[in-house]
């Protein structure tokens, strides 16, 4: 499994404060999972995408970059609600 770090926070217009904090929070809990349902402890990889939180086009250009370098479907681990149209616009291809 992939997972896919964007911690971005600049969509929110200050009301988002902490939200970049969030992938690592989340990476941090998956790696005290000790077994899945099938007893398997789950494996994953973990990739980051580079954030410029004074320019969202930027961002979201690197964010559907990284995506569609891919050749499975990553996991999307964000930041706030603006990263979402670059992850479904690369979703779609």
Avoid: R, W
Avoid at 6 to 13: D, K, T, V, Y
Avoid at 23 to 35: H, T
Avoid at 46 to 73: A, F, G, L, R, W
């Amino acid at each position: 499994m992939k997972l896919i770090k964007i911690p971005f926070s600049a969509g929110g217009l200050g009301k988002t404060l902490g939200t970049e904090l969030a992938p690592d929070k989340i990476i941090d809990e998956l790696k005290q999972i000790f077994l899945n349902e099938q007893g398997v402890k789950p494996e994953f990889s973990v990739e980051s995408v580079k954030v410029n939180n004074s320019n969202i086009t930027e961002t979201n250009e690197n964010i559907y970059n990284h995506i569609m370098q891919n050749d499975e479907m990553p996991i999307i681990l964000g930041g706030d609600h603006s990263i979402t149209y670059a992850c479904f616009k690369a979703f779609s291809k």
